[in-house]
């Protein structure tokens, strides 16, 4: 039997002639070496974005807009048309699909106009429209480059519940269909090409699965397939040790864990969303994140957690990654008032989620009565306020003595599996650090134990991740 290969393509990945004809080279690759494989598409790059707006203006009554866009929408889709399908009847023959979702485009937005009102059910039937452009012409150009390949969409494979825009997949149910369908296409050597981010409710109403969602679908095809390996084609070649643009000696990282990359994607690093990948990393299906533009590039894979004895054996590769989040603020509640007193964080952080803050980073010291957490610059003034606010009477009292903000402070994160296994790493960071002359204003170990976090000086980030990258040895 041979091996199964779900290669989901991104909207950089499609998004231009040239790059959705390497898009197509890199599938053929796979299939000559004997793979099956399975295709998923996002939109080409800029319209689901494009389609956001439409409904947005058609909320507005904007039906010029709407007009307008139905034109748009034909045109950049029929350009790489042109480019990539070489029979002509093939080209007639999507030329017409891709008028008929246009059409499609316009009467939703037109209802959507009337009513003056978007509900998410209706979000979806028009957001979706992008990947089932997208899903023809990919098909069609892998067909003009010899293969046989044929699209079907996902709203027939991949069944979820109601919740429009961020539909829950359920997994049996899609198992049965698209073994039912994929598996005998596989059999007689087709392609099938999926769309990705669209599925269906069991009463086939089409749902997506959240922004980015292409990703998630190529997962969950990944899972009940099952195949041996998902690649996600994108345009960087995998997760690199630190942010090129700060660190000229980042490197792309070969293996991380479902953890790291949870803890790497929570700090500001551009990763897959964990959720994306959840379903084939638990089944111990590898992820590798690859380059369209570059192949011959290893990337990233992304693994199963190993046992721990491996982790220790690989002690040498404590820190994998560095991030930094920048324009943060440290926010500050003390008091001596404050200890032992049951409910003092509950409504500090109450106060917090009033004002739709999400808090990145906390910390507790046990010695003193404070809570220290991090929060976006941007929404300090508001959470300054809510917190005097809700703790109006225990101020006056001085209960709690001070609520304060830092400046701007950034949140720099080590990352990786064996920080948790190398004694003194801590420690080392620290000193590194110190002897770097960068000031720690709050530190946090993230709960997973694979990270540590520092507040650092907004303007000793850069130093700050140029020195933890010295910890990162080759792997
Ligand atoms: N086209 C969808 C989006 O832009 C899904 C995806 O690209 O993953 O959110
Ligand atoms: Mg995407």
Request: glycine residues 8%; proline residues 3%; hydrophobic residues 45%.
């Amino acid at each position: 039997m041979s091996s199964t290969l779900v290669m989901k393509f991104g909207g950089t990945s499609v998004g231009t002639p040239e790059a959705m004809a390497q898009a197509v080279k890199n599938v053929q690759k796979s299939k000559e070496e004997g793979m099956d494989v399975v295709v998923v598409t996002s939109a080409l790059s800029g319209i689901t974005n494009l389609l956001t707006e439409s409904t947005a203006r058609a909320v507005q009554g904007d039906e010029e807009f709407i007009e307008r866009t139905e034109v748009e929408l034909i045109e950049k889709h029929l350009f790489l048309v042109d480019k990539l399908i070489k029979s002509s009847e093939e080209k007639a023959e999507i030329r017409k699909e891709i008028e008929r979702l246009s059409q499609e485009f316009g009467r939703l937005c037109h209802a959507i106009s009337i009513l003056g009102e978007a509900t998410p059910r209706a979000l979806d039937a028009v957001l979706s429209l992008g990947e089932r452009f997208s899903v023809r012409i990919l098909a069609g150009a892998l067909v003009s480059a010899g293969a046989e390949a044929l699209f079907v969409e996902t709203s027939q494979l991949i069944v979820t519940d109601d919740s429009f825009q961020e539909a829950h997949p359920d997994l049996e149910k899609t198992r049965e269909k698209t073994q039912n369908i994929i598996k005998p296409l596989l059999e007689e050597g087709k392609i099938p090409v999926l769309t990705g981010y669209l599925a269906a409710t069991e009463e086939e109403i089409t749902t997506t699965l959240g922004r980015g969602g292409s990703d998630y679908s190529a997962a969950i095809i990944g899972a009940v397939l099952p195949a041996d390996e998902v690649w996600i084609w994108t345009d960087v070649s995998g997760v690199m040790t630190a942010d090129p643009r700060i660190v000229q000696q980042a490197r792309t990282i070969s293996e991380l864990n479902y953890r790291e990359m949870a803890e790497l994607s929570y700090f500001g690093a551009k990763v897959l969303h964990p959720k994306a990948v959840r379903p084939v990393v638990e089944l111990g299906i590898p992820v590798r994140i690859c380059n369209t533009f570059k192949p011959e590039d290893k990337g990233t894979f992304i693994v199963k957690e190993e046992d721990d004895d491996l982790v220790k054996a690989r002690a040498r590769h404590v820190v994998k990654a560095v991030t930094a989040i920048p324009s943060q603020r440290l926010v500050t509640v003390e008091g001596r008032g404050m200890l032992g007193v049951p409910g003092v964080a509950a409504r500090t952080f109450g106060a917090v989620a009033a004002t739709g803050t999400s808090v990145p980073l906390i910390t507790q010291a046990s010695s003193e009565q404070s809570i220290s957490f991090s929060v976006p610059s941007d929404s300090v003034d508001a959470v300054l306020s809510s917190l005097y606010e809700v703790f109006e009477t225990e101020i006056a009292r001085r209960d709690i003595d001070r609520v304060w903000a830092t400046g701007d402070v950034a949140i720099i994160t080590a990352v990786g599996n064996g920080l948790q296994h190398t004694p003194g790493v801590a420690g080392q960071i620290f000193s590194a650090l110190g002897a770097a002359n960068v000031n720690i204003y709050a530190i946090a170990q993230g709960s997973s134990k694979v990270a540590i976090s520092l507040i650092v000086m907004a303007n000793d980030a850069e130093r700050a991740v140029h020195t933890l990258h010295h910890f990162i040895t080759a792997n």
